[in-house]
């Protein structure tokens, strides 16, 4: 059964949107390194592939208005002078905007922007790089544009000696199919000889005058001629004898690289083919089998399977709970020993299925750094200065849906280095420092989290300035800034509407930006780290989970309830009584061998005098370089728990981050260690600890409809 042919159109316009992206990214790759490169000849190339690649494929899809603009591009591009033209990277950068844009409206369907500057722009680059024809003399050098890849098959048959011939076919001024009608001229002449190159290219689908082809034949000028005189369909053709083609040092460097030819010539080239140049022509001939082997999938098929992966790691739970009652039950049953085989059998396979799924939604963090040149060249711009980038890491993988979220954090971290941490290029020269400055981006595995640095050799941030300015915009009165220490008044800078900036700009002094990136990791379970030093420069360290899907857990009981975190936010279980425990102005703490342990009650505090000797538990959890001790009153083993989320209506706190059911059917829900961390502080800088009795109060709740919705 086929598809629809709308279904057919809308995969194909999916699949568009995914590869297009792509296409415009590696443009604005290409203008970077023109712009670093001035004139280089192989980029302006690579350029007008990438457009060209663009171009047919937007036509494919019925996106008229940006095929057009890319053919406009294109043609530019392909001018002889272009690479002389110091304009070529902002136009091209600009031209990637705008591409964007397009690609942005056409997939929202909204209304598309306007391109006539940029339009005006490609034209007025067009009348500066054009260029005279050169005349060649006697040797007849082909007129038509042939692409490198046919240069590169015209120079090898001239190579093996083959007799060539240039055609020119003047097409019927009354033929209604010109596109037809060059395709019959082609398959006569491919009876007659080998089609090295035809123009205009495959896909072409603008109008038609006349076709040109490069033939290698055997046969006489004169049966070629009278073959090709067709009747509605040609009204003059000439043929000519070909004995060299202008051929650039690139392409016969390709040749000698690629190898043998292509033997089919025949076969019509797709559109990101036929304007293939020197490197395209030797990976072209090896690309296919590989790109064979590659699916594009849509994310939500993998999230589905992913799901599926989750309801197996469930019933598995369910089958373990079960065969631990039977051997309860049945100790000395035979059967007991093989559905334990069975078991350890499926457990591993289902291990194995689970780090195949995860792997598949895994991608490079490359993916996300490669869109940061561009903007620290144009923030660099913007704000006057002297900026390079230095990137660490690429190739670690993280979870694509993580690597979408952070996106917009990474980018505000990013500009805020630029903007606030990076100085002046004649103040780096008055402090002695290199006038370019550096922001650094780094990815690297820690455990099973990924850590994310963005760093910059700026002159820091000054710690009592971000406590004044939180102090005058009422973020912190004068006693909470005075009980913070260092670590937590940096974190004021992640507060909603805290800003240093002296004057409103573009780019600063609005109070909005870097509250994005707590809320945004909070809400992916991660953290946020910051340090600096006064001169030489500050590092924000983001801490991410691997996957938000499936975690590796710590269960623990309160107040006869069961709660889980992450197990790699437990850096050690202690076991400690009421009466070890000691109030330092109104708070808990725990003296842990030589240091002073913080306590964040999550239960009631056991009256006095019932059972104080009774021993309770302390979660230590880090956080960045901060200790606090979580106290809890039982534990409850290490579980492999599938996240469930939560609608906010279920749930009063904001200290749960999901759910999960237990193989035994019993719910448990999933602290929020952010929001924890949050309530800590607060209660540091001066909330009275008599409230946090209540701290579990609507988790209470939630817990409590969420089993009846289990059992329901």
Same mark, same amino acid.
């Given at each position: 059964m086929t598809n629809p042919p709308d279904d057919r159109m809308s995969e194909l316009r999916n699949l568009f949107f995914e590869s297009a992206a792509e296409l415009v990214q590696r443009l604005n790759d290409q203008a970077l390194q023109l712009e670093k490169s001035p004139g280089d000849g192989e980029v302006i190339r690579a350029m007008r592939r990438t457009v060209h690649t663009l171009k047919g494929d937007s036509a494919a899809c019925s996106f008229r208005e940006l095929s057009e603009l890319a053919h406009e591009f294109e043609d530019v591009l392909s001018l002889e002078h272009t690479a002389a033209a110091e304009s070529v990277p902002e136009i091209a950068l600009r031209a990637a905007d705008v591409f964007a844009a397009l690609l942005a409206a056409y997939r929202e369907h909204k209304k598309l922007p306007a391109t006539a500057v940029?339009?005006?722009?490609?034209?007025?680059?067009?009348?500066?790089? /054009?260029?005279?024809?050169?005349?060649?003399?006697?040797? &007849?050098?082909? $007129?038509?544009?042939? /692409? *490198? !890849?046919?240069?590169?098959?015209?120079?090898?048959?001239? *190579?093996?000696?083959?007799?060539? !011939?240039?055609?020119?076919v003047?097409?019927?001024?009354?033929?209604?199919?010109?596109?037809?009608?060059?395709?019959?001229?082609?398959?006569?002449?491919?009876?007659? #000889?080998?089609?090295?190159?035809?123009?205009?290219?495959?896909?072409?689908?603008?109008?038609m005058a006349r076709v040109e082809f490069a033939v290698a034949s055997g046969a006489p000028p004169a049966q070629i001629r009278s073959r090709c005189e067709i009747p509605t369909i040609s009204a003059q053709v000439k043929v000519q004898r070909m004995r060299a083609v202008k051929i650039s040092p690139e392409v016969a460097a390709a040749a000698q690289a690629a190898g043998?030819?292509?033997?089919?010539?025949?076969?019509?080239? #797709?559109? $990101? %083919?036929?304007?293939?140049?020197? /490197?395209?022509?030797?990976?072209?001939?090896?690309?296919?089998?590989?790109?064979?082997?590659?699916?594009?999938?849509?994310?939500?098929? @993998?999230?589905?399977?992913?799901n599926l992966v989750g309801e197996l790691i469930l019933a598995k739970s369910m089958l373990q709970q079960t065969l631990l009652e039977f051997s309860a039950r049945f100790p000395k049953d035979a059967l007991r020993g093989k559905f334990s085989d069975a078991m350890a059998f499926q457990a591993r396979v289902l291990g194995d299925l689970q780090r195949s799924v995860m792997k598949i939604r895994m991608v490079p963090v490359d993916h996300l750094f490669r869109r940061f040149p561009r903007v620290v060249r144009d923030v660099g711009r913007q704000c006057g200065k002297d900026v390079r980038l230095v990137l660490k890491g690429e190739s670690t993988d993280l979870d694509k849906?993580?690597?979408?979220?952070?996106?917009?954090?990474?980018?505000?971290?990013? +500009?805020?280095?630029?903007?606030?941490?990076?100085?002046?290029?004649?103040?780096?020269?008055?402090?002695?420092?290199?006038?370019?400055?550096?922001?650094?981006?780094?990815?690297?595995?820690?455990?099973?989290?990924?850590?994310? %640095?963005?760093?910059?050799?700026?002159?820091?941030?000054?710690?009592?300035?971000?406590?004044? +300015?939180?102090?005058?915009?009422?973020?912190?009165?004068?006693?909470?800034?005075a009980r913070m220490t260092e670590a937590e008044t940096l974190n004021l800078i992640f507060r909603p509407g805290f800003s240093t900036a002296a004057e409103i700009t573009e780019l600063s002094g609005r109070g909005v930006g870097l509250d994005v990136v707590r809320s945004v990791l909070d809400r992916l379970k991660g953290s946020v780290q910051t340090e600096t030093e006064p001169g030489r420069g500050t590092t924000f360290r983001l801490r991410l989970p691997l996957t938000l899907a499936i975690i590796k857990a710590l269960l623990f009981q309160v107040e006869r309830r069961l709660y889980a975190i992450p197990l790699n936010a437990v850096a050690e279980i202690t076991r400690t009584s009421e009466e070890q425990i000691h109030q330092v102005e109104h708070f808990d703490v725990l003296?842990?061998?030589?240091?002073?342990?913080?306590?964040?009650?999550?239960?009631?505090?056991?009256?006095?005098?019932?059972?104080?000797?009774? &021993? @309770?538990?302390?979660?230590?959890?880090?956080?960045?370089? +901060?200790?606090?001790?979580?106290?809890?009153?039982?534990?409850?083993?290490? *579980?492999?728990?599938? @996240?469930?989320?939560?609608?906010? +209506?279920? @749930? %009063?706190?904001?200290?749960?981050s999901g759910a999960s059911i237990l193989g035994d059917g019993r719910v448990v829900l999933i602290l929020n260690l952010a929001a924890l961390v949050d309530r800590f502080t607060s209660q540091r800088a001066g909330v009275s600890m008599n409230s946090t009795a209540g701290l579990l109060s609507g988790i209470s709740a939630a817990h409590a409809r969420g089993a009846a919705g289990d059992r329901a």
């Open positions: 940029l339009r005006e722009e490609i034209a007025h680059l067009a009348h500066t790089a /054009s260029a005279p024809v050169q005349k060649r003399g006697k040797s &007849k050098v082909v $007129a038509a544009r042939w /692409s *490198e !890849y046919e240069q590169l098959a015209i120079t090898r048959a001239v *190579e093996d000696g083959r007799k060539l !011939y240039h055609l020119v003047q097409l019927d001024p009354h033929c209604a199919m010109p596109i037809a009608a060059r395709q019959m001229l082609r398959t006569t002449l491919a009876s007659l #000889g080998e089609v090295l190159a035809a123009f205009p290219p495959d896909g072409h689908t603008g109008p043998p030819a292509p033997s089919d010539a025949n076969e019509p080239a #797709g559109p $990101a %083919e036929s304007d293939a140049s020197s /490197s395209a022509a030797a990976a072209n001939l090896s690309i296919g089998t590989a790109a064979d082997n590659i699916l594009r999938v849509d994310a939500e098929r @993998i999230d589905n399977v992913l849906g993580i690597l979408d979220a952070i996106a917009e954090p990474l980018t505000h971290l990013v +500009r805020n280095a630029i903007g606030h941490g990076i100085e002046t290029t004649e103040e780096r020269q008055r402090l002695k420092k290199n006038p370019q400055g550096t922001i650094q981006l780094n990815a690297y595995h820690q455990g099973n989290q990924v850590v994310i %640095e963005v760093s910059d050799d700026g002159h820091g941030i000054d710690v009592d300035r971000v406590r004044d +300015r939180a102090l005058g915009q009422g973020i912190v009165t004068s006693d909470e800034a003296q842990l061998r030589n240091e002073v342990l913080p306590l964040l009650r999550l239960g009631a505090r056991s009256a006095p005098g019932s059972g104080s000797r009774d &021993k @309770i538990f302390v979660l230590v959890i880090k956080n960045g370089e +901060r200790k606090f001790g979580l106290v809890v009153q039982g534990l409850a083993g290490e *579980e492999e728990l599938v @996240i469930k989320a939560i609608d906010d +209506r279920q @749930i %009063e706190t904001d200290l749960i």
